[in-house]
């Protein structure tokens, strides 16, 4: 059975940062591309960022280029993202995805989802 | 970057009823990588289709889908209880993107 756990949200103030992480098992790891994907309260679903799984090619959404930073470690079966620069805007459900088919694919399994509120 | 727009915003249906969401890309979506998924209260969403007509793992053949460039369409053939939730679209041509979701609700 594939399990993602995400864990390390909170409440945070504007311009903080934040590292949120994300324990897969269930499958070989290290074999699949792995994202982040966003759902602000109440709104529709956003993809953050995706990293590959041998390239370790890195992709984001605009919105939070230059700002946060995907990251895994395939020997602790790890997924994180490292959110620098935080605004309100960025205050959502984050959900850890297992990719399929692409590295930019579909979302074929998800975590629970951590949340992150960025208030003063 | 390709916008979907899904229609309607809401469906108000009875048990038992045929339901019929849409979804309607700014351009082309290649191969027809699009993928739909259904999301209920205070959960994460679950995949149900990808490729535009393949079912994921564990879905119901009451779900289809259907459709080709830009217009795609998730059929849901006699509506269970447990099928009254929101359903996106996504598109994975390039970066990803999501419709803004169809609530589909008890009428």
């Known amino acids: 059975e594939v399990l993602l756990l995400e864990s390390g949200g909170g409440l945070v103030q504007p311009g903080g940062s934040l590292r949120l992480s994300c324990a897969a098992s269930g499958f070989t790891f290290n074999a699949y591309a792995m994202s982040w994907v966003r759902q602000a309260p109440g709104k529709g679903l956003e993809w953050v960022s995706t990293m590959s799984a041998e390239t370790g090619n890195r992709h984001y959404t605009d919105s939070v280029q230059g700002r946060f930073i995907i990251s895994r470690d395939n020997s602790k079966g790890t997924l994180y993202l490292q959110m620098n620069s935080l605004r309100a805007e960025d205050t959502a459900i984050y959900y850890c995805a297992k990719m399929r088919q692409l590295v930019l694919g579909y979302f074929e399994y998800w975590g629970q989802g951590a949340l992150v509120t960025v208030s003063s | 970057e390709s916008v979907l727009t899904q229609s309607p915003g809401t469906l108000s249906l009875s048990p038992g009823e045929r339901a019929t969401l849409s979804c309607r890309a700014s351009?082309?979506?290649?191969?027809?990588?699009l993928a739909w998924y259904q999301q209920k209260p205070g959960q994460a969403p679950r995949l149900l289709m990808y490729g535009a007509s393949s079912r994921a793992t564990g879905i119901s053949d009451r779900f289809s889908g259907s459709g080709s460039g830009t217009d795609f369409t998730l059929t849901i053939s006699r509506l269970e209880p447990e099928d009254f939730a929101v359903y996106y679209c996504?598109?994975?041509?390039?970066?990803?993107?999501f419709g803004q979701g169809t609530k589909v609700e008890i009428k």
């Open positions: 351009q082309s979506v290649s191969s027809n990588y």
């Open positions: 996504q598109q994975y041509g390039s970066k990803p993107t």
